[in-house]
T-cell receptor, first 113, second 115 residues
Framework: AQSVSQHNHHVILSEAASLELGCNYS??????LFWYVQYPGQHLQLLLK??????LVKGIKGFEAEFIKSKFSFNLRKPSVQWSDTAEYFC???????????FGAGTRLFVKA | DTAVSQTPKYLVTQMGNDKSIKCEQN?????MYWYKQDSKKFLKIMFS???????INETVPNRFSPKSPDKAHLNLHINSLELGDSAVYFC??????????????FGNGTRLTVT
């Protein structure tokens, strides 16, 4: 069965600090990988996605993620966070040809101004 | 605006009542979903419909009954509400069910509080 593990439940950073949120998945075949963001009081929005090709994926708002197949990882990065990045971040996986998108437990990021 | 819209945004009700949440998408997507987000923000899929056909039915009490009158609508009816049903329910859609380019588009959520 598919599963997604996010390493950090809460992260607190100061503005301009670099961000890396860990995500590992469990699935034996090809995968589609996603990062979603949920700003306070809002719905989830897609940050970026990986399906195939270049394992370094760039998304919106300066975020990027790197797919490392050998480590079953898809970590999210941003070189310099802003106060407006305060949100909950969810890693998600969908097995290739599968029907379900499975979410990790989320990482709550708080950026201090 | 093209979007996934769900109503109501807030729903407060007493145990034992029956309530419905409605969802509509005008993105032209084939597939719709219901997810439940608990108080710890954990998201769990409940149901998925593809072109009005039930595809995914997770281990959800049969008090929960989805209905899809057409591929643009997926409603959720809940009978005999219990305290543990309190959560935020998100509707979502995707272009197709298993295609390579099918990220989820979420509605704004319905916060259900059962007292």
């Amino acid at each position: 069965a598919q599963s997604v593990s996010q390493h950090n439940h809460h992260v607190i950073l100061s503005e301009a600090a670099s961000l890396e949120l860990g995500c590992n998945y469990s699935y034996g075949g090809t995968v589609n990988l996603f990062w979603y963001v949920q700003y306070p009081g809002q719905h989830l929005q897609l940050l970026l996605k990986y399906f195939s090709g270049d394992p370094l994926v760039k998304g919106i708002k300066g975020f990027e993620a790197e797919f490392i197949k050998s480590k079953f990882s898809f970590n999210l990065r941003k070189p310099s966070v802003q106060w407006s990045d305060t949100a909950e971040y969810f890693c998600a996986v969908k097995g290739g040809g599968g029907f379900k998108t499975i979410f990790g437990a989320g990482t709550r990021l708080f950026v201090k101004a | 605006d093209t979007a996934v819209s769900q109503t109501p945004k807030y729903l407060v009700t007493q145990m034992g009542n029956d309530k419905s949440i409605k969802c509509e998408q005008n993105l032209g997507h084939d597939t719709m979903y219901w997810y439940k987000q608990d108080s710890k923000k954990f998201l769990k899929i409940m149901f998925s419909y593809n072109n009005k056909e039930l595809i995914i039915n997770e281990t959800v009490p049969n008090r929960f009954s989805p209905k899809s009158p057409d591929k643009a609508h997926l409603n959720l009816h809940i009978n005999s509400l219990e305290l543990g049903d309190s959560a935020v329910y998100f509707c979502a859609s995707s272009q197709d069910l298993a295609g390579a380019n099918s990220p989820l588009h979420f509605g704004n959520g319905t916060r259900l509080t059962v007292t």
